[in-house]
């Protein structure tokens, strides 16, 4: 899905993990849950496979904040957002994130829409971390879900810990085991991949050397 921005604070906060506005501060843990929810709400292609993850908690709001739908950052803030459709397609296109908010607060104005075509996050969300969110919001021990996807518990722990890749085979067992979809999970490796190896220095030096021996032919 497309991401948009009302304030441009949260797009200061999902591409730096800051803001240059005094007046939003957030906890390391807030800003690193944020960016989370919308590592995820970009990579799905539609609203209905945000359902089945139970860390994020997907919720359509009601009462002042009709119209608005919230995924979960952390236990206590939540991320509110506003989803519409192009041409009556079925994939949602354009979600608008409206506020990172401590659970129900006013419902704010949408003035400036802040568009970001090449959004790039300020450190990629390694899928394990999202994994470990959603066996702890289903009461799963990663012994139990272990057993339960045949594999052994220390791959698992490691792919938590984000020190082993989701693998497609892995992704489709998490989704016969979730009902989560397995391209989401095998997207956010991919991405975490790509910005990892766009950050390593090893590889930069590497790239350089080639561009020099390349200039030269």
């Known amino acids: 899905m497309q991401i948009e921005f009302d304030k441009e604070y949260l797009r200061e906060l999902y591409q730096t993990g800051k803001t240059s506005d005094k007046k939003h501060r957030?906890?390391?843990q807030v800003?690193?849950?944020y960016k989370k929810a919308i590592d995820v709400l970009k990579i799905s292609r539609r609203i209905e496979d945000l359902f089945p993850f139970k860390g994020?908690?997907?919720?359509?709001?009601?009462?002042?904040?009709?119209?608005?739908c919230s995924v979960r950052a952390n236990g206590?803030?939540?991320?509110?957002?506003?989803?519409?459709t192009m041409d009556d397609e079925q994939i949602i296109t354009i979600c608008l994130i409206l506020?990172?908010?401590n659970h129900y607060k006013q419902k704010q104005d949408m003035n400036n829409i802040y568009n970001s075509y090449d959004l790039e996050p300020f450190e990629p969300t390694h899928p394990g971390e999202l994994l470990g969110d959603e066996l702890e919001a289903r009461g799963l021990t990663q012994r139990k879900f272990a057993e339960?996807?045949?594999i052994s518990c220390s791959v698992l722990n490691e792919v938590i810990k984000g020190k082993r890749p989701i693998t497609p085979e892995l992704a489709f067992k998490i989704e016969a085991a979730t009902g989560t979809k397995a391209y989401i999970w095998v997207e956010l490796q991919t991405q975490y991949n790509y910005w990892t190896a766009k950050k390593s220095k090893k590889l930069s030096v590497l790239l350089d050397q080639i561009r020099k021996s390349v200039a030269v032919l």
Do not use: A, C, H, W
């Open 26 to 28: 957030f906890q390391p």
């Open 99 to 101: 506020e990172l908010s």
């Open 148 to 150: 339960t996807i045949g």
């Open 31 to 33: 800003i690193k849950g």
């Open 56 to 68: 994020l908690n997907f919720e359509v709001l009601q009462g002042d904040k009709s119209g608005l």
């Open 76 to 84: 206590q803030y939540r991320v509110e957002f506003k989803v519409s």
